[in-house]
């Protein structure tokens, strides 16, 4: 079974602009996951999506932070403009009916 | 609310003596617990689940943790640590379906186990 797919692994910009990422899921998972991993911290949730809806996006600051998942499958999240302390690891989590969440590699984004 | 204190950020053992990484956890109902592993430029894998069942969980690559609730702890434990086990270690508790919670995870800070030859 293939995992979750992430992409790019790295990306480096600077501040004021803008970069997306993408997540592939699991096929068939229904629930995405965006997390927020600063360094030396756990990871963070940002938005939660059951199929193509939003369940939980209170922790996404939703005036530089977007996110999609349009038909129910692949996801992208967007920051516009980049700040400083967007600087971190940002992985895509998915999972079915079980409990367990499934985790990609995650996108570690630094911001110059 | 739920929340997770991992009580140490680094643990340093040598190979093949035993590991210790200490969690308690704060929730106001019977919680679901995890332990997750991050190895370096890998995802987070699951290492074991408490869900109210045996009080011991045992785990993969030989991990086990004790749910003690009048402790409120989940310390992960493994008598006899490999080289390979060198990463990073989360503790996790999930909340509820209620509230807006929707089974919401909630990571501690992590502990950094270093495992010296």
């Known amino acids: 079974e293939a995992g979750v797919a992430q992409s790019p692994r790295y990306k480096i910009i600077e501040k004021r602009q803008s970069v997306a990422f993408w997540c592939n899921p699991i096929?068939?998972?229904?629930?995405l996951y965006w997390y927020q991993q600063i360094l030396g911290q756990g990871p963070k949730l940002l938005i939660q999506?059951?199929?193509?809806?939003?369940?939980?996006d209170s922790q996404l600051p939703k005036d530089r932070f977007s996110a999609e998942r349009l038909k129910g499958v692949d996801s992208t999240l967007k920051i516009q403009p980049a700040k400083l302390e967007d600087s971190a690891v940002y992985l895509c989590?998915?999972?079915?009916?079980?409990?367990?969440?499934?985790f990609g590699p995650g996108t570690r984004l630094t911001v110059t | 609310a739920q929340s997770v204190t991992q009580l140490d950020s680094h643990v340093s053992v040598s190979e093949g003596t035993p590991v210790l990484l200490r969690c308690n956890y704060s929730?106001?109902?019977?919680?679901?617990l995890f332990w997750y592993v991050q190895h370096p430029n890998k995802g987070l894998q699951l290492l074991l689940k408490?869900?109210?069942?045996?009080?011991l969980v045992k785990g993969i690559n030989g991990f086990e943790a004790e749910f003690k609730k009048s402790e409120t702890s989940f310390h992960l434990t493994k008598p006899s640590a490999h080289m390979s086990d060198a990463a990073e270690y989360f503790c996790?508790?999930?909340?509820?379906?209620?509230?807006?919670?929707?089974?919401?995870?909630?990571f501690g800070k992590g502990t950094l186990l270093t495992v010296n030859p």
């Open positions: 096929s068939g998972h229904a629930t």
């Open positions: 929730s106001s109902y019977s919680p679901s």
């Open positions: 996790v508790v999930r909340g509820s379906n209620s509230g807006g919670s929707n089974y919401k995870l909630t």
């Open positions: 989590a998915t999972k079915s009916r079980s409990y367990e969440q499934y």
């Open positions: 408490y869900t109210s069942a045996a009080t």
């Open positions: 999506f059951q199929n193509n809806g939003v369940v939980d």
